[in-house]
């Protein structure tokens, strides 16, 4: 049996969703330009836009993900959040405020935020991907040296990278560990103050997506302000739809706002012991879907401890 993260990549790594034409989808704004010049040295427009298309096709051939396709590595998800004014809040009055990005691609999340002023020795980031690290710093033209926030690879969904543990209502026993450190995400139960998931919980069918869940409950601090934060596809009702794409059946299963919320308030977490936020905002699909009827929406969100 193919364990979970080999069916999702049997999932998004389609066949038919090649590189032609890709170009189109590079698109910085103003601020995610200013970014980006400042992020990688890079102040010619022409010349980022260069360096970002080279470093999205060698992406690419190693992993054929759609949102690579469509530079999603370009966007500024995080940032653009609601609640993410909270988080930097928390990086700069909590004590250790730890920081986790799961499934941070190449980082362009994580660098923002320190960026920002969140203390750079309170932030991780981890992937499935261990070939991220490296492509990050070649879009970012830096070094482990000169940006020194660990990374660690591994699949959430795997229990000795990251054991589900129930959820903490006082304050653990263990220290914080040394980020730089670990060797798996679990020594994190109940020291993270933010976790980071954007794009990620919408690869996994229902099974995944509530494990996942689960894992994330257990390393959120207990402290009131402690926070998860996100973004992925979802839908008005909760289930299971097909899309006709390439000439193929895609299923995927969505979350509602609605069964969200009951997720993390009730059956995660003692109800009535987290505030859930969720918005649902209608965007447009893949380009290579068959169909231009059907409607594809983004499950905005955030789960903070009272």
Not at 167 to 193: M, N, R, W
């Amino acid at each position: 049996m193919p364990n979970s993260h080999e069916v999702v990549q049997a999932k998004v790594a389609l066949p038919w969703v090649t590189l032609e034409g890709s170009e189109k989808f590079y698109k910085l704004d103003e601020q995610e330009l200013e970014f980006f010049r400042t992020a990688t040295c890079i102040d010619d427009e022409a010349a980022l836009r260069a360096h970002m298309i080279h470093v999205q096709r060698e992406a690419y051939a190693i992993h054929a993900f759609p949102c690579i396709r469509m530079f999603s590595f370009t966007q500024l998800k995080l940032a653009r959040l609601p609640g993410y004014d909270r988080i930097l809040t928390l990086g700069k009055t909590r004590k250790n405020p730890i920081f986790l990005d799961i499934g941070c691609c190449f980082g362009n999340d994580v660098r923002k935020l320190v960026a920002d002023g969140y203390p750079i020795d309170s932030v991780m980031a981890t992937d499935l991907h261990p070939e991220f690290l490296e492509l990050g710093h070649k879009l970012f033209n830096t070094t482990p040296q000169t940006y020194p926030v660990p990374f660690l690879a591994g699949d959430a969904l795997d229990s000795a990278f990251l054991e589900v543990s129930h959820p903490f209502y006082t304050k653990p026993y263990s220290s914080p560990p040394q980020l730089s450190e670990l060797t798996s995400l679990s020594a994190l139960h109940g020291h993270v103050s933010a976790v980071s998931v954007c794009s990620v919980f919408h690869v996994f069918d229902e099974a995944g997506q509530l494990q996942l869940a689960r894992a994330i409950a257990g390393l959120l601090s207990p402290e009131p302000g402690s926070m998860v934060i996100g973004i992925h596809s979802g839908r008005p009702e909760k289930g299971t739809f097909v899309t006709r794409a390439g000439g193929r059946d895609v299923s995927t299963f969505y979350h509602s706002p609605e069964s969200w919320t009951e997720l993390w308030d009730g059956e995660l977490f003692v109800r009535g012991t987290v505030e859930v936020e969720t918005k649902l905002v209608e965007t447009g699909g893949w380009d290579f879907q068959d169909s231009d009827t059907d409607r594809y929406w983004f499950l905005v969100w955030s789960v903070t401890r009272l």
